[in-house]
Nanobody, 122 residues
Framework: QVQLVQSGGGLVQAGGSLRLSCAASGRTIRYYHMGWFRQAPGKEREFVAAITSSAITYSADSVNGRFTISRDNAKNTVYLQMNSLKPEDTAVYYC????????????????WGQGTQVTVSS
């Protein structure tokens, strides 16, 4: 079982940038599709971005062009670079391992990180 520990996040003004990290332990993630989700207050958790084991990336329309997911298999870590942040990006962000895609929808088969708060002020 993979354990995921997140870091980064915090408070930033609109238009600013943040980078989230997700360090995995327990086994290598190089063969897994990895991703990020977020949950805003009163809303369901939603897909943000995914990166396949071949480093092909996908992102939600709401963050496309602003957020970039990447991975460093040597460090067993996945990143989410968030630029041009907006107040509506405020949420708790979760990384996840072993994503799968079916009917154009991503789901998580593996582990979740502990979550990290991102707050964007206007």
């Amino acid at each position: 079982q993979v354990q995921l520990v997140q870091s980064g996040g915090g408070l930033v003004q609109a238009g600013g940038s943040l980078r989230l990290s997700c360090a995995a332990s327990g086994r290598t993630i190089r063969y897994y599709h990895m991703g990020w989700f977020r949950q805003a207050p009163g809303k369901e958790r939603e897909f943000v971005a995914a990166i396949t084991s071949s480093a092909i990336t996908y992102s939600a329309d709401s963050v496309n062009g602003r957020f970039t997911i990447s991975r460093d298999n040597a460090k067993n870590t996945v990143y989410l670079q968030m630029n041009s942040l907006k107040p509506e990006d405020t949420a708790v962000y979760y990384c996840a391992s072993q994503l799968s895609k079916s009917n154009n929808r991503w789901s998580v088969v593996g582990s979740w990180g502990q979550g990290t708060q991102v707050t964007v002020s206007s």
